[in-house]
C-alpha cells in the first residue's frame, strides 16, 4: 500500500496537469494542447525541481561528502529554472520558438511533475504503528566528519537516545547501523555507538553494532539478521522517513520510522534523492515513458532546429 502512495499521487499529478492543458490548449487543436502541457510542466518545474536544485547547490558547501548525484541535482534543478527563465523571456517576441525549446527538455519536466508527486507522497506519510512500544531501536547510518558523527548523523543518535531513554527500564536495545565508506576511518555504527556512550548516556551493554551495511535496505536486512526483536523504531531524517516507511512494510518488519531535525535548506535536494531511490517502474512502463519523453524531446529539438534555420536563412 505504502509504495502504491507515489504512484497514485503521480496520477494525481498528470491528470491535473493534462486537464488544465486542454482546458488552456483545446482552442487550438491537439498542438495547442501539447504545447499547453509543456508550459505547465515547466512551470510547475521551477518551484519543484528548480528551487530544490538551488537549495542543493547552497546545501553542498557544508556538506562532509559531496557525490556526483549531489552536483546533478544542482545542476539539473539550475539548467531547469534557467530553461524556462529564457522561454519567458522570449514568449512576448518569439513565442513559438520559446514553446519549442521547452519541448526540447522534457526529460526535466517529467523529473519536475514526479517531484511534485514525490513531495506530496512525503507530506501524506503516516505511521505505520502508531502508538506501539518498540523492542528494538535502529538508528539509521550516515556520514562521518573525521572519525565522529557529523551534525546530520549526531541528531540522529541523540533523537535515539532521547527515544532510549524514554522506554525508561523496558530492555529496549538500540542497533547502530551503518558500515565503513572509502573515505571514511571507521564504521559508522562504531562512530555512533562511542557518541551514544561518551555523550548520550547509553550503557554499552545495550548497544548492537551492525557495521557491513552500505544502504537503507541492507541497514534493514542486516539488523534483522542480527536477530533485533520486534517491533522496530527506525530513527533516520526526516526527509528519509517516507521511505524508509516503505521498506519496513515491503520487508515485512513490524516497527516504524522516526524523524531528526534537517536543516531546511538541505531537505529539497534530499528529497530529490528519495525520489530517485524510491522510483523503480516496470520494465515496460519505463520503456514507454523513455520512448515518449525522447519522442517529443526529438520533435522539439527538430522545430528549434527549423526556426533557426529559418531565420539564418532570411526572407
Not at 502512495?5 to 498528470?14: D, H, P, T
Not at 504545447?35 to 542543493?56: F, K, N, R, S, Y
Amino acid at each position: 500500500m505504502l509504495a502504491r502512495r507515489f504512484e497514485v499521487w503521480g496520477v494525481v499529478v498528470a491528470l491535473a496537469v493534462v486537464a488544465l492543458a486542454v482546458l488552456l490548449g483545446i482552442r487550438d487543436g491537439a498542438g495547442g494542447v501539447v504545447d499547453a502541457l509543456v508550459w505547465i510542466a515547466a512551470l510547475a518545474t521551477v518551484p519543484t525541481l528548480g528551487l530544490a536544485g538551488a537549495a542543493h547547490a547552497v546545501a553542498m558547501r557544508r556538506m562532509q561528502r559531496v557525490k556526483r548525484h549531489d552536483l546533478a541535482i544542482a545542476l539539473v534543478g539550475l539548467a531547469a529554472a534557467a530553461v524556462v527563465v529564457v522561454a519567458v523571456a522570449l514568449a512576448p517576441t518569439q513565442p513559438i520558438l520559446a514553446t519549442a525549446l521547452l519541448h526540447c527538455c522534457w526529460p526535466a519536466w517529467v523529473v519536475g511533475l514526479a517531484f511534485a508527486a514525490y513531495v506530496l507522497h512525503a507530506a501524506t506519510s503516516r505511521p505505520l504503528a502508531p502508538g506501539v512500544a518498540p523492542r528494538t531501536i535502529v538508528v539509521l547510518g550516515g556520514a562521518l566528519q573525521g572519525r565522529h558523527v557529523g551534525p546530520l548523523l549526531r541528531r540522529r543518535v541523540e533523537r535515539a537516545a532521547t527515544a532510549w531513554h524514554a522506554q525508561g527500564d523496558a530492555g529496549v536495545r538500540i542497533v547502530v547501523s551503518g558500515g565503513q565508506g572509502h573515505d571514511e576511518p571507521r564504521s559508522e555504527a562504531a562512530a555512533m555507538a562511542e557518541h551514544l556512550v561518551e555523550a548520550c548516556g547509553v550503557p554499552a551493554a545495550a548497544i548492537d553494532l551492525e557495521d557491513g551495511s552500505t544502504s537503507t535496505e541492507e541497514n534493514l536486512l542486516l539488523t534483522r539478521a542480527l536477530g533485533a526483536a520486534e517491533p522496530w523504531l527506525v530513527v533516520t531524517s526526516e526527509y528519509h522517513v517516507p521511505r524508509t516507511r516503505t521498506l519496513l512494510a515491503r520487508l515485512r518488519i513490524h516497527g516504524d520510522a522516526l524523524g531528526s531535525w534537517s536543516s531546511p535548506v538541505y531537505r529539497p535536494g534530499a528529497l530529490v534523492r528519495e525520489l530517485a531511490a524510491t522510483v523503480r517502474p516496470a520494465r515496460g512502463t519505463g520503456i514507454v515513458l523513455a520512448l515518449l519523453v525522447v519522442g517529443t524531446t526529438l520533435l522539439g529539438v527538430a522545430r528549434v532546429a527549423a526556426l533557426v534555420g529559418g531565420v539564418a536563412t532570411g526572407p
